[in-house]
């Protein structure tokens, strides 16, 4: 089955960018979506075929997919931002959908 | 607005069986296939099952399979997951959510059932 590889955790000071990685064998030829999920919140997807921010989102929120690697970018980090942020895809020779298993983002 | 609110999560002894329901609102719940996702205490999002919008297509993941049966009844705008033989590995909150149409993720998430498998 596919596995999506994700760093347990990342840390950033308030205003600087936050890199999240999402790794997975040829990733690039798959349509990643990543979801944030706040303390005692259900998740929120924040973006979807690999780029696209739904409403509401702001754009300082971005993704990327290339390689082996998908992206997400938070810049000028706020403390909202503070959340666990799972990337995920779906498999398309087991139609299961997979998630990678997800980053805890810590604002300094 | 899309609501989706679950319900029937319990604490359940090994071996047991229980059946969760999600109940969906704000939308045409017939046209969209639908997800059941879990997260196990300090762990991250398990994808459970997925059902197709006339319930015709089922999928599950291979922790579950042959365990769990995911159904729906859409004159009830209602989705549901029996869970059967349960282990401690199956606690958790359960999410319902609604697929995008089509593009393989889920576009609203209701907010949990709390399973608890213990003796």
């Known amino acids: 089955s596919y596995v999506l590889t994700q760093p347990p955790s990342v840390s950033v000071a308030p205003g600087k960018t936050a890199t999240i990685t999402c790794g997975g064998n040829?990733?690039?030829?798959?349509?990643v979506h990543w979801y944030q999920q706040r303390p005692g919140q259900a998740p929120v997807v924040v973006i979807y075929?690999?780029?696209d921010r739904p409403s509401g989102i702001p754009e300082r929120i971005s993704g990327s997919n290339s390689g082996h690697t998908a992206t997400l970018t938070i810049s000028r980090v706020e403390a909202g931002d503070e959340a666990d942020y799972y990337c995920q895809v779906w498999d398309s020779d087991t139609d299961h959908r997979v998630f990678g298993g997800g980053t805890k983002l810590t604002v300094l | 607005e899309v609501q989706l609110v679950e319900s029937g999560g319990v604490v359940v002894q090994p071996g047991g069986s229980l059946r969760l329901s999600c109940a969906g609102s704000?939308?045409?719940?017939?046209?969209?296939?639908m997800h059941w996702v879990r997260h196990p205490p300090g762990k991250g999002l398990e994808w459970v099952s997925l059902i197709s919008w006339n319930g015709d297509s089922t999928y599950y993941a291979d922790s579950v399979k042959g365990r769990f049966t995911i159904s729906r009844d859409n004159s009830k705008n209602s989705l549901y997951l029996q869970m059967n033989s349960l282990t401690p590995d199956d606690s958790g909150l359960y999410y319902c959510a609604k697929d995008d149409s089509g593009s393989n993720y889920c576009d609203h998430w209701g907010q949990g059932t709390l399973v608890t498998v213990s003796s």
């Open positions: 704000g939308f045409t719940f017939d046209d969209y296939a």
């Open positions: 040829d990733i690039e030829t798959k349509s």
């Open positions: 075929h690999d780029s």
